[in-house]
DNA sequence: AAATATTTGCAACAACGTTTCTTTTTTTAT
DNA sequence: ATAAAAAAAGAAACGTTGTTGCAAATATTT
């Protein structure tokens, strides 16, 4: 069975063109996608608002997950780890890179632990790095 | 010489009413303020431009700093270090309160230093914690 | 294949943010 | 202290982003 209707059966939606056609954007980008950009990958295909739905609810499902940005601008990339419903593990690095814009997932980096004086209680850490990516870097 | 008017002055900002009272409110907050925030603590009295247009030039000139956020809401808070225009230096983690939602710069925790693989060029590293901050955990 | 459940698209709305232009305020120079 | 010049504020209009309610269309279940 195709992939893509697998990861959607798999996580009880049901399979409709938007959501494959969405999530098969996400396979095939090596990068974080923003609502904006999917738009323009579907070329006014769907409606803006099933697209926020769609995404909204990949979240809720642990498909993809969101990356904190410092632009008002969402991102959201895959989640490859054991992510499942309203149970995100995404415990590695982004890399927003400043030649290309591009926003990417460094599944091989852990965010490092941050020690904080103990009348504080961490919960989560978001590591997101401004910097070159790899391609850029080879220019 | 009052403090607030010292700092525009340095900055070369001319001191008006609002960039006085937006100033005093950072000063005077020890967590980051949205502009929500500000307009709510300035009770409509200045346009909804003016304070887009002041905060973006004490970003600009270094006098306060983004935090980056998952919810597409520009958070601001003052820069304790040195910083200026053009030249933010503000190495510090964030923590994000997920009791009462209050946004703090941990001043003093240094941002962990992330290692990546030699492809990848590290401009700055940004860290948000989410937890629960000092005063929630005492109730 | 029909019944049921889910999703979509549309319309309207609200919040957020920007741009242009005129008026007001601040600063500078006299 | 006052007039001229420069800067900022306010107002209106516009565009983008995101949400909600509802009717029509599409998936799923039986």
Not at 27 to 56: C, M, P, W
Not at 76 to 84: E, H, V
Request: charge should be neutral; include cysteine; charged fraction near 20%.
């Amino acid at each position: 069975m195709d992939s893509i209707v697998h990861i959607l059966k798999q996580n009880n939606l049901s399979v409709t063109e938007g959501r494959r056609k969405i999530l098969s954007l996400f396979l095939n980008s090596n990068g974080a996608l923003a609502h904006a950009d999917i738009e323009k990958n579907t070329d006014g295909h769907f409606d803006r608002v099933t697209v926020y739905r769609t995404l909204q609810s990949f979240v809720d499902k642990g498909i993809i997950h969101t990356i904190p940005t410092s632009d008002n601008s969402i991102k959201y990339a895959l989640c490859k780890n054991d992510c499942w419903e309203g149970h995100h593990h995404d415990h590695h690095v982004h890399l927003v890179c400043t030649r290309c814009g591009n926003t990417l997932c460094l599944d091989d980096v852990v965010t490092p632990t941050v020690k904080l004086p103990r009348e504080y209680t961490i919960q989560q850490v978001e590591v997101v790095v401004k910097g070159v990516c790899k391609s850029c870097n080879h220019l």
